[in-house]
Nanobody, 116 residues
Framework: VQLQASGGGLAQPGGSLRLSCVAA????????MGWYRQTSGKARDLVAR???????TYGDGVKGRFTISRDTLKKAIYLQMNDLKPQDSAIYYC???????????WGQGTQVTVSS
């Protein structure tokens, strides 16, 4: 499974950005996809994930501001980020869980910077 993330950039506090992640390869084996973020010196934290039943889980501090969605036809997930805050600044990574036994697949990171 290969993942291609896009959509990061610079936003002002209170602004919005939309991240996209498109999967290729053995996409039929994917059972969950999600977004994680990482700042320098820290572990990657869950932002949001969604499974094949469209059940979504959100990490701390983003519920109500971020929305994860998926397009099964395009084999993609999206992260709509509203009311961005400076503490949302991080590298955002797309992740898929796929295969038997389950394995983690990561896309390249996309930088999100929230600053005035």
């Amino acid at each position: 499974v290969q993942l291609q993330a896009s959509g990061g950039g610079l936003a002002q506090p209170g602004g919005s950005l939309r991240l996209s992640c498109v999967a290729a390869g053995s996409v039929s084996s994917i059972n969950q996809m999600g977004w994680y973020r990482q700042t320098s010196g820290k572990a990657r934290d869950l932002v949001a994930r969604i499974n094949n039943y469209d059940f979504a889980t959100y990490g701390d501090g983003v519920k109500g501001r971020f929305t994860i969605s998926r397009d099964t036809l395009k084999k993609a997930i999206y992260l709509q980020m509203n009311d961005l805050k400076p503490q949302d600044s991080a590298i955002y990574y797309c992740k898929a869980i796929a295969g038997v036994p389950r394995s983690d697949y990561w896309g390249q990171g996309t930088q999100v910077t929230v600053s005035s």
